[in-house]
T-cell receptor, first 111, second 114 residues
Framework: QKEVEQDPGPLSVPEGAIVSLNCTYS??????FMWYRQYSRKGPELLMY????GNKEDGRFTAQVDKSSKYISLFIRDSQPSDSATYLC???????????FGPGTSLSVIP | GAGVSQSPSNKVTEKGKDVELRCDPI?????LYWYRQSLGQGLEFLIY????????KSGLPSDRFSAERTGGSVSTLTIQRTQQEDSAVYLC????????????FGPGTRLTVL
């Protein structure tokens, strides 16, 4: 079993929809969780970073962590075609540990 | 300011040949990471540098893979006697400190081994 799992998609939604992207993880020691966005033929860029359980909001993006169920989510409100990318979730135990990435979910937002 | 750059952007080689991939991190970043990304596999950690030393090289898949970093800046990932299963995108990231949650990625080198 991989330490971080994601549905690879592709997920296709109409412009303006609310998007929910989800990950599960197996390592209960994970304390830090990140979401990266990766456009085609580009490197990943950090979108959101959270510590422990709870919600964090940044503009149209909300990251949610539920450590009791080992479940992390990224919500995108008012999705735009420019949000079309692969979204990678990641976890790590401490900020000095190796980052473990999920395989990514491909999202297409259709105009 | 310049981000992380990698060269070449694409590399096609024949099985058995050696390849060198280069990473230029963001100026002043002390941490440097190499990852491999294969279709549907996510990012696979290869090696981490802090300055010129590599405290974690646990992700290197075999002794055909090696990396070095000189002057606390440029890093080179070398793959000897390439195999078809080495085909992937090799990503480099750098960070301002040893906090692994601050990583800035380059565009990657797409390696194809024929």
């Amino acid at each position: 079993q991989k330490e971080v799992e994601q549905d690879p998609g592709p997920l296709s939604v109409p412009e303006g929809a609310i998007v929910s992207l989800n990950c599960t993880y197996s390592n209960s020691a994970f304390q830090y969780f990140m979401w990266y966005r990766q456009y085609s033929r580009k490197g990943p860029e950090l979108l959101m970073y959270t510590y422990s359980s709870g919600n964090k909001e940044d503009g149209r993006f909300t990251a949610q962590v539920d450590k009791s169920s080992k479940y992390i989510s990224l919500f995108i409100r008012d999705s735009q075609p420019s949000d079309s990318a692969t979204y990678l979730c990641a976890g790590l135990k401490t900020s000095y540990d190796k980052v473990i990435f999920g395989p990514g979910t491909s999202l297409s937002v259709i105009p | 300011g310049a981000g992380v750059s990698q060269s070449p952007s694409n590399k096609v080689t024949e099985k058995g040949k050696d390849v060198e991939l280069r990473c230029d991190p963001i100026s002043g970043h002390t941490a440097l990471y190499w990852y491999r990304q294969s279709l549907g596999q996510g990012l696979e950690f290869l090696i981490y540098f802090q300055g010129n030393s590599a405290p974690d090289k646990s992700g290197l898949p075999s002794d055909r893979f090696s990396a070095e970093r000189t002057g606390g800046s440029v890093s080179t990932l070398t793959i000897q006697r390439t195999q078809q299963e080495d085909s992937a995108v090799y990503l480099c990231a750098s960070g301002p400190s040893g906090n692994h949650n601050e990583q800035f990625f380059g565009p990657g080198t797409r390696l194809t081994v024929l």
